[in-house]
């Protein structure tokens, strides 16, 4: 991953060695991210320190958020997604005798990257955010890691990058560029998400997806996937090649070839 000596400024206000045998971990967290070891302070946004793992602690957000690929909803959709039957792997074109590479230009908390490597894909992802990348980074190099699942991860690497500053200086093409741009927020009284609320917290509203859907067709060999809500309008006005429906997502296709 790339560096994250940058202080991230609002972003974070320290870090929580959890344990004792955390403490050295979280002083090499210190001095690379430019912010202090403190107590655990709720009304922080803070990065909690374990010696096997890192995790959020958000206000307002409840339990700390890590990125588990051995559990959770990424083992319920690696084991019974639809594989290469489902929406999302249709909509990148995966059929018998090709499996796409990938970039995941907007990787958030990695679920559709890992679904598309367990599909045998070569995703590199890019996530803007270094809090969210740090705990991808962290997810990937977990030792306590189920073989079939280590095999996943080792088709996945992660980018702290501004995408559009990343696809503007890419050297190879890859098949296809995938998009899964910030939805807008809901009204406070609306059931959000915990990982939702917290990807707005730490990102802020999308601004940019227009030029990085420009962009994007221009970088990609084969295609560029945008993942939408149903019913919402097309990035930008651009209307795609077609489009890929599930109950409640729909994938725009922008088709080179």
Do not use: W
């Not at 990695?110 to 070569?122: K, N, P």
């Not at 990035?235 to 725009?252: C, E, F, H, L």
Request: a neutral charge; glycine letters at 6%.
């Amino acid at each position: 991953m790339d560096s994250l000596l940058q202080p991230l400024n609002n972003t974070l206000d320290s870090l929580v060695a959890v344990s004792p045998q955390a403490l050295p971990r979280a002083k090499s967290l210190e001095k690379e991210l430019c912010v202090p070891i403190k107590l655990l302070d709720k009304s922080l946004v803070q990065l909690l320190v374990e010696d096997d793992r890192l995790s959020l602690q958000v206000p307002d957000i409840g339990n700390p958020v890590f990125i588990d690929f051995s559990s959770g909803k990424y083992d319920h959709r690696r084991k019974f997604g639809g594989g290469k039957g489902q929406p999302l792997a249709k909509a990148v074109g995966m059929k018998q005798g090709h499996t796409p590479n990938i970039i995941d230009a907007t990787a958030g908390f990695a679920r559709d990257a890992f679904v598309l490597a367990s599909l045998g894909s070569t995703v590199t992802m890019l996530e803007q955010s270094p809090l969210i990348s740090l705990l991808i980074e962290d997810a990937l190099q977990q030792k306590e890691m189920a073989d079939e699942v280590k095999v996943i991860t080792e088709r996945m690497t992660i980018h702290h990058a501004n995408a559009i500053d990343f696809l503007s200086t890419l050297q190879e093409q890859p098949d296809v560029v995938y998009m899964d741009p910030m939805y807008p927020s809901r009204d406070k009284s609306a059931l959000v998400k915990k990982e939702m609320q917290v990807l707005h917290q730490l990102i802020g509203p999308d601004t940019n997806s227009e030029e990085l859907l420009t962009l994007a067709r221009q970088v990609a060999r084969r295609r560029v996937v945008v993942k939408r809500p149903k019913g919402a309008e097309f990035v930008g006005n651009q209307k795609p090649s077609a489009s890929i429906q599930s109950k409640n997502t729909r994938y725009d296709l922008y088709v080179n070839s």
